[in-house]
């Protein structure tokens, strides 16, 4: 049995290592064969690879001649049209020197023909010297001084109808600007005084408002600073007073008194306060609109509010705002027309009376308090200038300097814009014709047009043309030194010569 089981182990054993055996070489055979199959695809795909590297490189050859031969062909084009160039320039070279020769003989020519003619012109000249008794060079002096004597005398002429069309023109052309800015300017004219006039509706009020033996009335004076007429003025109370801001303090502070009804000298102190805000808001408010309305940005806020301010300020009855816009847009218009800045031109004139707002005004010329004030809050030179010289009280240094001085004149002087007191405006005619009849010579005197003219009639006999020229220059100064007057004044110096003979 044990025999039996060893021979089995054995025999199994055996039999499984014929069969590994047969197996390594059945893999040994395989493997070989892969090798060889692998060998095989190897080598032909090496070739595939060489072959196709020998067809690119043939293509590629190929190519490299056929653009080498390209630019043989260039190349050779080029040097065939160098060839025909170079053949071209000495064919112009042998034609320009045929010119050069043709050139030289032709010169040669004329110099010989110079000379023969320069020598004729020296015969004719000697001939011509023997018979009028001259030189040449003297006689040349006479010609040119007789041609100097024409010229200057054309020249003059000339001059002197060139400077009369100019004036003309000129003057044709400055009216034309004056007239369509004017034309182009509606403005109102806003009369004022120093009055202002409450209305109330009864006269039961006017007891209210006095208070018991005056204390609200010298109250309100007092707070105000006007004052306060309550006379037999049915149904109204006058406020007078030269300051209008404070007027209309007052009266707004009336108006709320009266609708309010509680009438005494603390509420009339709390209420005139209240008032006196609001104004300066309204000033300020009133001095912003008028800016945006005039297209004028990047104002110094304390100019804003003396433009603001100049509502409630007057010349010559004049409301000093209103007369303001109106300097401005004419400014505005006259220099679009000249081809200036219309927009510094509008600036100037919306502030060129800013001299007049403040209230501490010192003893200096509106004009001239208007420049500190705008180089003060940095306004620019031009601007500056433009108002300190509206009156001519300093040198105008820009174009918009006197542009600003004719619109001011234009705003003032039109008709319905100011007015005044009867007595003062005599009293200023008087003192004008007074001044023209101190002077020796003058005979009459005559303020006429509203006091725009004075036409002083001199005696003939006493003075001559260049004596009147200077009266009127004297007098013109000497109005303007001691004399204030809207606008302008004219000074027309009449001198007549009158010859009477008698047929007996």
Excluded: W
């Excluded at 609109?289 to 509502?311: C, F, Q, S, V, Y």
Aim: hydrophobic fraction near 40%; charge should be neutral; include cysteine.
């Amino acid at each position: 049995m044990l025999t039996t089981i060893i021979v089995g182990v054995v025999a199994a054993g055996a039999a499984a290592a014929i069969t590994l055996f047969v197996n390594n070489k059945s893999v040994d055979s395989k493997r070989a064969r892969l090798l060889k199959e692998a060998e095989a695809e190897g080598e032909m795909i090496k070739k595939e690879k060489i072959l196709q590297a020998k067809e690119k490189f043939i293509q590629m050859k190929s190519e490299h001649d056929r653009n080498v031969n390209e630019r043989n062909q260039k190349i050779a084009q080029n040097e065939q049209r160098v060839k025909q160039m170079e053949g071209n320039v000495e064919n112009k070279q042998r034609e320009l020197d045929k010119e050069k020769e043709r050139y030289a003989a032709q010169t040669a020519a004329v110099e010989k023909r110079k000379e023969e003619l320069a020598t004729v012109i020296r015969e004719q000249n000697q001939r011509l010297e023997q018979i009028g008794g001259m030189s040449a060079e003297e006689a040349k002096n006479i010609l040119v001084e007789n041609m100097k004597a024409e010229a200057r005398g054309e020249a003059a002429a000339y001059v002197s109808e060139t400077i009369e069309e100019a004036k003309m023109t000129a003057g044709k052309e400055a009216k034309k600007i004056v007239v369509q800015s004017i034309q182009r300017v509606a403005t109102e004219a806003a009369i004022e005084n120093s009055v202002t006039v409450f209305n109330i509706e009864s006269d039961e009020i006017k007891g209210r408002i006095i208070g018991r033996e005056g204390r609200n009335i010298r109250a309100l004076e007092a707070a105000t600073g006007v004052e306060i007429i309550v006379d037999d003025t049915p149904e109204a109370i006058i406020l007078s007073g030269f300051d209008p801001v404070r007027r209309e303090i007052a009266r707004l502070a009336l108006h709320q008194l009266v609708t309010d009804g509680r009438i005494h000298p603390a509420r009339i102190e709390e209420i005139v306060t209240k008032v006196e805000k609001q104004i300066e808001e309204e000033i300020v408010e009133v001095g912003k609109r008028t800016t945006i309305d005039m297209g004028i940005h990047n104002l110094h806020p304390e100019l804003i509010r003396l433009i603001g301010k100049m509502k409630y300020r007057s010349s010559y009855g004049q409301n000093l705002l209103q007369h303001a816009r109106e300097t401005a847009n004419l400014c505005g218009i006259m220099a679009a027309e000249l081809g200036l800045n219309a927009k510094n031109a509008r600036r100037a004139g919306l502030l060129h009376d800013i001299g007049k707002v403040p209230d501490d005004q010192p003893e200096l010329p509106h004009a001239i308090i208007g420049m500190q004030l705008a180089e003060k809050y940095k306004e620019r030179p031009e601007i500056a200038n433009a108002i300190g010289a509206h009156h001519d009280e300093m040198e105008m240094s820009s174009l918009i300097a006197p542009i600003v001085q004719v619109c001011d004149a234009i705003s003032g002087a039109r008709p319905g814009a100011r007015r005044e007191v009867v007595e003062s405006y005599i009293k200023r005619l008087k003192e004008m014709e007074d001044i023209a009849m101190a002077y020796p010579g003058v005979m009459k005197t005559y303020a006429i047009q509203a006091g725009r003219e004075l036409r002083v009639i001199v005696g003939a006999d006493k003075l001559d043309d260049v004596a009147s020229d200077q009266l009127a220059h004297d007098i013109a100064r000497k109005i303007q030194e001691e004399m204030t007057y809207p606008g302008q004044v004219k000074i027309t110096v009449i001198r007549e010569t009158r010859a009477v003979s008698y047929a007996k």
